[in-house]
């Protein structure tokens, strides 16, 4: 049985791997199980037939047997807890990979992704210039946390784990920005996570589709 | 072994039940498990000690024996993968309660928390007034999706699960704006969340600690 995924026919990112397919990509490819993909148009992603698979008519999903489910997160904890790879097989040190899935996702992305909308949505608003230091300093704000805990360690917690595989997918949000520059530890970090051949695999496989060879 | 978690010692909400720690403590009620409760102060949430459990400075953590987490969510699905009463039992529900505990902390959230710092963090700032109607409507880009997944159902998906306790707490930072009433089924059930006895003895318990009794 090969799980089949969504991704954008053609993401917004032109092939920059910022589209949330590519961290379900990487963690497929970390635990060495192929899939097929299924591109959906941004027409089709908000019909009746895309819309039952997710709600908020966005990609990824994920299909594998009786299994269909949404969320970039839920996907890759469903992945990790099927597949051996990304999560310690030790319940306390699970747990704690777990904890940095959500700290991810919830604690370090949302600042992150008001950047996105205060330069992009509202890039053309007249607040947006004097707006965007509180924005910037709201990310520095848990970069400094994040840098300081990290300290001169590889990963987050031990061995690389889906924590790792989405904190690194969040904070390369960050890379045209020039924030990730000011905390050398992090800029070392997330350089260590694009250097996976599992994340260069899935990188690829995004690109193949968003700018394809000439 | 009665599990610790960790609270405000003082609610930037005066009690309202919007801080993180009535989440943990309504999943521990809905699964029966009592629990020690260990207030912090907003210094020593900075604090060594506090820091080593929480990166980020936050509450709530959770200890039972050798497991330390934090993140709400990790917390939430820790208490429902050990004790019974949150998740589906059958695999593909249970990946189907996930996928909705992530979509209320990573897609209905992120918006509503950026009503908050519109309101709270930036409400003296000239932009504000102008910039608010926008941060209104990509609430109501979700709640309109989340409405009509919704429909007539009790819950989103079968019987309660964590899913709809993140959904309905998310949903609960949004009561004094109003926006909720625009929702009929969505104001139904976070009323009906609301009138879990679970979920009232979190918020009396939070309460207590809050605003005691005189």
Redesign the interface.
């Known amino acids: 049985m090969i799980p089949t995924i969504t991704a954008f026919e053609r993401s917004p990112d032109g092939g920059k791997g910022l589209a949330r397919d590519t961290r379900v990509r990487w963690a497929l490819e970390e635990v060495g199980q192929s899939y097929d993909t299924r591109l959906v148009s941004f027409a089709a992603m908000k019909e009746p037939a895309h ?1 039952a698979l997710h ?4 990609i990824p999903t994920f299909e594998e047997g ?10 890759i ?2 992945i990790a807890q099927t597949r051996d790879g990304l999560l310690p097989k030790e ?2 040190a699970r ?2 990979a ?2 940095w ?3 991810a ?3 370090v ?2 600042p992150i ?2 950047l996105t ?1 205060a330069r992009i ?2 890039g053309d ?3 947006t210039a ?2 965007l230091p ?1 924005v910037l300093d ?1 990310i520095r704000a ?1 970069l400094g ?2 840098s ?2 990290l300290r001169d360690a590889e990963w987050l917690d031990g061995a690389f784990s889906a924590g790792d595989l989405l904190m690194v997918s969040v904070l390369l949000r960050l890379r045209m920005s020039g924030l990730l520059d000011e905390y050398e530890n992090l800029a070392a970090y997330v350089a260590r996570g694009e250097q996976r051949p599992a994340y260069r695999r899935a990188f690829e496989a995004q690109l193949a589709v968003n700018a394809p060879a000439a």
């Open positions: 819309m709600p908020f008519g966005q009786g299994v269909a489910i949404f969320e970039t997160g839920a996907i904890l469903h319940a306390d747990a704690r777990v904890a899935m959500f700290a996702l919830n604690t992305e949302p992704l008001d909308i949505v509202e608003r007249p607040w004097e707006r509180l709201r848990r946390l994040l300081f805990r």
